[in-house]
C-alpha cells in the first residue's frame, strides 16, 4: 500500500527567510504527486502538480524517485504563504479512479 | 459555475442522530469523492463514487453511507452520530487523471 509522509506538523520561518516543506512517499510503481494548500479555514487548492514542472506562487518542487521525495520549496517565504500544506500521492492505472493518499499535513507559519 | 458546494457548512448534533450531507458539483465530474479531516491525520477517504449509481468504501467507511443517485450529487449520511465522528468533511470530484477540486467543507460536532 502507498504511504505518504510529511515529517514535521509544524513549520515557523521568518519572512524572506527560505522555507522547504518535507514530503516523502512510498510506493512500489510510478506515482503521480501534488501539492495542496489550505488557507485559515478555506478549502483545499492545487498548488503543485510534478507532471506540470510549474512554479506556482514562487514555490517548486521536483520529485525525486531516489529518494522517494517530492519536497516544496520557496526561496522567499511571505506572510501569506502560511497555511495548511498537504503532499498528496495518486497511484497510477485506471484502477485508482483518482483517490488520493495524503500525508498528514504540515502547518507552515511565516512571521513579520 | 459554482464548482463544489457543500451543504451545510455547520452542524451540531447530539450522540444517535442522524444526518445527510450534500456536495452538489457543476463541473460534471466523474468521480467524486468524501473525506474526513482531523488534526494530524490528515485527510482520509471515506466513500467514493466513480459514476452515477456506483459507490466504493474508502479508508474509513464505517459508520457512514453515501449515495450517488444523480451524477452532480454526492451525499454523505450518518445514521446514528457517534462523537469520534466530529470533524471536518470535505468533498471533492474530479475527471479521470486530472486533480481533485474540494468543497468548503462542512464542520460537524457531535455532542
Known amino acids: 500500500a502507498q504511504r505518504v509522509t510529511q515529517p514535521e506538523k509544524l513549520l515557523s520561518v521568518f519572512k524572506g527567510a527560505p522555507v522547504e516543506l518535507k514530503c516523502n512517499y512510498s510506493?512500489?510503481?510510478?506515482?503521480?504527486l501534488f501539492w495542496y494548500v489550505q488557507y485559515s479555514r478555506q478549502r483545499l487548492q492545487l498548488l503543485l502538480r510534478h507532471i506540470s514542472r510549474e512554479s506556482i506562487k514562487g514555490f517548486t518542487a521536483d520529485l525525486n524517485k531516489g529518494e522517494t521525495s517530492f519536497h516544496l520549496k520557496k526561496p522567499f517565504a511571505q506572510e501569506e504563504d502560511s497555511a495548511m500544506y498537504y503532499c498528496?500521492?495518486?497511484?497510477?492505472?485506471?484502477?485508482?479512479?483518482?483517490?488520493?493518499?495524503f500525508g498528514q499535513g504540515t502547518i507552515l507559519t511565516v512571521h513579520p | 459555475n459554482a464548482g463544489v458546494t457543500q451543504t451545510p457548512k455547520f452542524r451540531v448534533l447530539k450522540t444517535g442522530q442522524s444526518m445527510t450531507l450534500l456536495c452538489a458539483q457543476d463541473?460534471?465530474?466523474?468521480?467524486m469523492y468524501w473525506y474526513r479531516q482531523d488534526p494530524g491525520m490528515g485527510l482520509r477517504l471515506i466513500h467514493y463514487?466513480?459514476?452515477?449509481?456506483?459507490?466504493a468504501k474508502g479508508e474509513v467507511p464505517d459508520g457512514y453511507n453515501v449515495s450517488r443517485l444523480k451524477k452532480q450529487n454526492f451525499l454523505l449520511g450518518l445514521e446514528s452520530a457517534a462523537p469520534s465522528q466530529t470533524s471536518v468533511y470535505f468533498c471533492a470530484g474530479s475527471f479521470r487523471g486530472q486533480p481533485q477540486h474540494f468543497g468548503d467543507g462542512t464542520r460537524l460536532s457531535i455532542l
Open positions: 498528496a500521492l495518486l497511484r497510477a492505472g485506471g484502477t485508482s479512479y483518482g483517490k488520493l493518499t
Open positions: 463514487s466513480v459514476g452515477e449509481g456506483t459507490t
Open positions: 510506493y512500489s510503481g510510478s506515482p503521480e
Open positions: 463541473m460534471n465530474h466523474e468521480y
